[in-house]
Nanobody
Framework: QLDFVESGGGLAQPGGSLRLSCRTS????????VAWFRQAPGKAREAVSC????????NYADSVKGRFTISRDNSKNEAYLQMNTLSPEDTGVYYC??????????????????WGQGTQVTVSS
């Protein structure tokens, strides 16, 4: 199973920052493309950002471009999402997933049958 343990969420003020982490649960991250997803209350889950296994190339949803940065540390089996200039629209539960295919615009092919617990991000004054 290609599961992650997500952490780093919390309460942030508008304009603030948070750094999320996700650690693999029993597999080596180095071989896999990884994406961050989020789900806001009452809304469908959406892809936020993705980082390739081979080159470390990245892509971002338009809503987070210039504010969020995805990265990875294969030696620690961890991926990260640095979130800056947060807005209330960024509120939601954030998840990591292994992806099958990376393209410069998006990633496809969610791997694994289940979603982790995610980490809650709340942006509010």
């Amino acid at each position: 199973q290609l599961d992650f343990v997500e952490s780093g969420g919390g309460l942030a003020q508008p304009g603030g920052s948070l750094r999320l982490s996700c650690r693999t649960s029993g597999f080596a991250l180095v071989y896999h493309t990884v994406a961050w997803f989020r789900q806001a209350p009452g809304k469908a889950r959406e892809a936020v950002s993705c980082i390739s296994a081979a080159s470390g190339a990245t892509n971002y949803a338009d809503s987070v471009k210039g504010r969020f940065t995805i990265s990875r540390d294969n030696s620690k089996n961890e991926a990260y999402l640095q979130m800056n200039t947060l807005s209330p629209e960024d509120t939601g539960v954030y998840y990591c997933k292994v992806m099958q295919t990376f393209t410069p615009n998006y990633c496809t092919g969610i791997q694994g049958n289940s979603w982790g617990q995610g980490t809650q991000v709340t942006v509010s004054s």
